[in-house]
């Protein structure tokens, strides 16, 4: 058995709310799923990160969670699940599921025990503090606005929750909260789901004494340096790792806000000491502004170049990469990175692909993006369900630090809910997602934008991103390649070359909508892999030009 697959695998997102309905409530569910494994298969991707699926009141749709061992409601039953399980694995695809312990809902029973006494046996699952001078205990924000702090009428304590109120944190320096989150990762392991994405996993260990965080974006502190990468992290990793990741074959990626390359090399040492791989947030956070994501910057290309290059560079022989645009808490990424123009959607959406999938590491696509969906671009705080969208919206503009116009145009941009409009199926009514009321409005751009219309045509964004994942499974050098960066000051051009052995891999991206001169000329015999012109010209690249060419040395 290749013990390292996870490395040559291509993950595919799939956001269950937003993919397929199957019982016309307007709300995706496992059934759907199950009846696009077909699609998935034909895409070619070997594993399927769900993002969370169990019970769940809802309140950031899944990632707080009541009850870590059955399935939301609204997304079916348990056997659905196994159906879904094993549907996948008859198709040899693996099935990745939502870690989400660094907090639970509010409505989990170890919450609801916690918060009723202070001697309660549950008390200490989660992080209670008294209050400090008739305040919060000290100045955390909260993610998704407000203090990271609610005070519990019952035991005048409060509670820390770095997400929603309804989102508390659990305590994980408590040995018995540890044990029963590895009793019951096991018992997914023994169901036979094949890994982890391990949410916000970087923010476990909390500095103890809990001073005031530097200030930061909007109206409260965030809470740096004392939750990311904290004191006991790796140490409780490694733990998690013994307890139960050694024991079975699986893929791990963590989310790993405010990770440096330096942490990441103990995250996802090659050794197979703690996780696979990383989720980095360098790039996607290169054009935040003052308010953080809530800004018009433009991405700049030379520091998206730097950054990407740096990761690849510095974990090559060390730890892993993951590599992706978008997820479901960013926007789409032709809509940010490329040009989702009708002009240029999908030409810009497949040289981004190229630019990605040929890097070192496992990459990531998030359904849609096989196909160049695009943002929403909603007009009215109204059309959106997000939590975050909505509280950072009524925070900023009610405190007058951003214009509501301003905020629209940059929710427009940044929020959320653009990568969580329904999948598009086809040109029917709801794009096909569902025959019901869909939980969020479907982009109107679906009649020109659906998989209907891609799948069996040879030139779609979607065949484009089969191929490149089938050049994946031929070409070792694209797992293995030695990465340099070409040209890194050039602010259109993203070009790279991979080496190994005596194979060279060229890799040549135009980032922006002009005709460029290109100082690199195309090699003579070299073996075009793809390219999104039908014809290439050497030492010019049109609007959004990709090419990757393969040269052997004699
Ligand atoms: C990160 C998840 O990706 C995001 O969707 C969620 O809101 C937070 N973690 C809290 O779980």
């Not at 879904?84 to 870690?99: F, Q, T, V």
């Not at 990531?364 to 007009?379: A, D």
């Not at 980032?511 to 000329?521: A, I, N, R, W």
Request: hydrophobic letters at 30%; a negative charge; glycine letters at 8%.
């Amino acid at each position: 058995m290749n013990k390292q697959w996870w490395k040559s695998s291509v993950v595919y997102q799939i956001y269950p709310r937003s993919f397929m309905d199957s019982n016309g409530d307007g709300i995706g569910d496992l059934n759907g799923i199950i009846r696009k494994l077909d699609y998935l298969k034909e895409l070619g991707v070997d594993v399927l990160w769900i993002s969370p699926i169990y019970k769940s009141p809802n309140d950031d749709n899944g990632y707080d969670i009541s009850d870590y061992q059955d399935i939301m409601d609204e997304f079916g039953t348990m056997e659905d699940f196994d159906r879904l399980l094993a549907g996948a694995h008859e198709r040899k695809i693996k099935i990745m599921m939502d870690l989400v312990v660094n907090h639970t809902s509010d409505e989990h029973p170890w919450f609801q025990e916690s918060r009723k006494s202070k001697d309660n046996p549950y008390r200490d699952f989660y992080i209670w503090r008294d209050p400090v001078d008739g305040k919060e205990p000290n100045n955390w924000g909260a993610c998704f606005g407000g203090s990271a702090w609610e005070l519990d009428e019952q035991t005048g304590m409060y509670y820390l929750h770095l997400f929603s109120k309804k989102q508390p944190d659990l305590n994980w320096e408590n040995d018995e909260v540890r044990r029963r989150i590895y009793e019951m990762m096991n018992w997914w392991c023994e169901k036979g789901i094949d890994g982890f994405r391990m949410d916000v996993i970087s923010l476990l260990s909390k500095v103890q004494t809990f001073p005031d965080g530097e200030k930061g974006d909007g109206l409260y502190g965030n809470s740096d340096p004392y939750v990311c990468n904290g004191p006991r992290i790796h140490e409780f990793l490694q733990e998690m790792n013994r307890e139960v990741l050694s024991k079975y074959d699986l893929i791990t990626v963590g989310e790993t806000s405010g990770v440096t390359v330096e942490q990441a090399k103990k995250y996802a040492n090659l050794d197979g000491s703690e996780l696979n791989m990383v989720f980095q947030f360098e790039h996607a956070f290169l054009n935040n502004g003052p308010y953080g994501k809530w800004t018009d910057n433009p991405v700049p290309l030379p520091e998206l170049k730097e950054v990407l290059s740096k990761w690849q560079t510095e974990l090559e022989g060390k730890a892993w990469n993951s590599l992706y645009w978008d997820n479901h808490d960013q926007p789409r990424a032709v809509s940010r990175y490329g040009n989702d123009s009708p002009r240029y959607r999908e030409v810009s959406a497949k040289m981004l692909a190229t630019c990605l999938h040929m890097m070192q590491g496992t990459p990531y696509i998030y359904q849609g993006e096989e196909l160049g969906m695009t943002n929403i671009y909603f007009e009215s705080i109204d059309d959106y369900k997000d939590i975050e969208c909505i509280d950072n919206y009524y925070e900023l503009t009610g405190s007058g630090l951003i214009s509501k116009e301003d905020m629209i145009r940059y929710l427009g941009l940044r929020g959320r809910d653009n990568a969580r409009t329904p999948m598009q199926w086809d040109d029917t009514e709801n794009a096909g997602f569902t025959t019901g009321t869909p939980w969020l409005k479907v982009n109107p751009n679906y009649k020109q934008i659906n998989a209907a219309s891609q799948v069996h045509d040879e030139n779609s964004v979607f065949s484009y991103y089969k191929k490149l994942i089938s050049l994946r499974k031929q070409y070792p050098i694209i797992i293995d390649g030695h990465y340099e960066l070409l040209l890194p000051e050039d602010d259109k051009i993203f070009a790279y070359t991979r080496t190994l052995g005596k194979e060279k891999l060229l890799v040549i991206c135009n980032f922006s909508e002009e005709t460029l001169d290109c100082p690199l000329g195309l090699p003579e015999h070299g073996e075009l892999l793809i390219a999104n012109y039908e014809t290439q010209e050497d030492g010019v690249l049109k609007p959004y030009e990709a090419i990757a060419v393969l040269t052997t040395e004699e």
